[in-house]
């Protein structure tokens, strides 16, 4: 779980670096809410899907981490 939570983290951190913030966004609407504001920038939208790829992966390895 732990894991999973820094993958989230560093995932705000990288659009947060890039000049984008998401504030408050559960875990089932955070795809599209990290999606959304780089739709327009090919560099980050390829850094984004990469992320949100592994925590795809990760959520398949652990089921329970997307339940809170």
Do not use: W, Y
């Amino acid at each position: 779980m732990d894991e999973f939570l820094d993958l989230e983290n560093a995932t705000r951190h990288l659009l947060k670096s890039s000049g984008f913030r998401l504030g408050k966004v559960g875990r089932r609407a955070f795809k599209q809410a990290v999606r959304q504001p780089v739709a327009d920038d090919p560099l980050p939208v390829e850094l984004m899907d990469a992320k949100l790829s592994a925590r795809g992966a990760m959520e398949t390895v652990l089921p329970t981490a997307i339940a809170s």
